[in-house]
């Protein structure tokens, strides 16, 4: 068991840390048994410790009528703050434990599914040849939800697009690299003007990646600036969907190079015509908390391929 921290806290009293982990077991299951068989505690002695923590902060942090278990107004505005203790707490742990040469901790790395695809097999195998004791923990997604995710400490570092759709000024980004992107479409199709205009994707069917996906917003954005809206034939789909549905024939899409370049035979890769478009890959981490050491020679490796327009 953990042992019983005492954490002096802006609520004017001593919090214990092993009581923050209880209140955000039992928040994020909504069930104090199921909370106590995930952190390995009697039920007991989690819902006393929860009362200890109500006591201390002078506030009911659940609300518990009819066996339905609910966060308060106190319990909200305290959750997003224990999830920040525990993981700056996490990550000093790993801090610690990483210094025996690196021969083991982890790295915790967001990315796009397209930096995935394209950016990181290579970066990823350096760095495992080099540090092959380290966990690769990688979270793919959009660079709105990298953000959020990087802010309450649960990534170390993370590849955004920028601009950021909400800068934070406690992010650090170093810019990385800029991208051209390309149209892909079926090898057995017609083959479409070259180079391609955006003009041109007026009147072609365009298999669109989901809402909230970099890509999307960026191809949208310089179709309504050409005065049209674009046409879907298929859309809600993630990278490698994105690309099954082209080789199928379903219309044309406009990836990033990287990715086109591992696209393989069945598709058919063209170039936009100046001033096409590019995106701007950054590095982002938390201003506050330096990254734990594993994640700095990630890092490393990461702007050693830094590239400029």
């Known amino acids: 068991?953990?042992?019983?921290?005492s954490i002096d806290g802006a609520y004017g009293g001593r919090?214990?840390?092993?009581?923050l982990v209880y209140f955000v077991a039992v928040a994020e299951t909504r069930h104090f048994?199921?909370?106590?068989?995930?952190?390995?505690?009697?039920?007991?002695?989690l819902?006393?410790?929860?009362?200890?923590?109500?006591?201390?902060?002078?506030?009911?942090?659940?609300?518990?009528?009819?066996?339905?278990i609910a966060l308060t107004?106190?319990?909200?505005?305290?959750?997003?703050?224990?999830?920040r203790i525990l993981a700056d707490?996490?990550?000093?742990?790993?801090?610690?434990?990483?210094?025996?040469?690196?021969?083991?901790?982890?790295?915790?790395?967001?990315a796009t599914p397209s930096l995935c695809t394209g950016l990181l097999p290579d970066v990823l195998r350096a760095f495992h040849d080099l540090h092959p004791g380290i966990q690769l923990l990688i979270e793919e997604s959009g660079s709105h939800d990298l953000v959020r995710e990087l802010a309450r400490g649960a990534l170390d570092l993370a590849l955004v697009v920028l601009p950021l759709p909400s800068p934070s000024?406690?992010?650090?980004?170093?810019?990385?690299?800029?991208?051209?992107?390309?149209?892909?479409?079926?090898?057995?199709?017609?083959?479409?003007?070259?180079?391609?205009?955006?003009?041109?994707?007026?009147?072609?069917?365009?298999?669109?990646?989901?809402?909230?996906?970099?890509?999307?917003?960026?191809?949208?954005?310089?179709?309504?600036?050409?005065?049209?809206e674009p046409s879907f034939t298929v859309e809600g789909g993630e990278m490698d969907a994105v690309l099954g549905f082209v080789r199928a024939g379903l219309g044309v899409a406009v990836v990033?190079?990287?990715?086109?370049?591992?696209?393989?035979?069945?598709?058919?890769?063209?170039?936009?015509?100046?001033?096409?478009?590019?995106?701007?890959?950054?590095?982002?981490?938390?201003?506050?908390?330096a990254p734990p050491r594993a994640a700095r020679e990630l890092q490393r490796l990461l702007l050693a391929r830094r590239k400029g327009p």
């Open 1 to 5: 068991m953990v042992p019983l921290i």
């Open 15 to 19: 919090m214990q840390f092993q009581q």
């Open 33 to 45: 048994t199921h909370a106590a068989e995930r952190v390995h505690v009697s039920q007991p002695s």
């Open 47 to 68: 819902s006393q410790q929860i009362r200890a923590l109500e006591k201390e902060l002078g506030a009911e942090l659940f609300s518990r009528a009819r066996g339905n």
């Open 73 to 83: 107004d106190a319990g909200e505005a305290l959750l997003p703050l224990a999830r």
């Open 89 to 110: 707490a996490d990550t000093a742990r790993h801090e610690v434990q990483e210094l025996a040469q690196l021969r083991r901790g982890r790295v915790r790395l967001g």
């Open 169 to 228: 000024p406690a992010l650090t980004t170093v810019e990385l690299l800029q991208e051209d992107l390309v149209v892909v479409s079926s090898a057995a199709a017609p083959a479409p003007a070259r180079p391609v205009r955006i003009a041109d994707l007026r009147d072609q069917p365009l298999v669109m990646f989901r809402h909230g996906y970099d890509l999307r917003e960026l191809t949208v954005a310089a179709c309504r600036a050409e005065g049209f």
């Open 256 to 289: 990033p190079a990287m990715v086109a370049a591992r696209a393989g035979r069945d598709l058919r890769v063209t170039a936009l015509a100046r001033p096409g478009l590019r995106r701007t890959i950054a590095l982002a981490h938390r201003s506050d908390v």
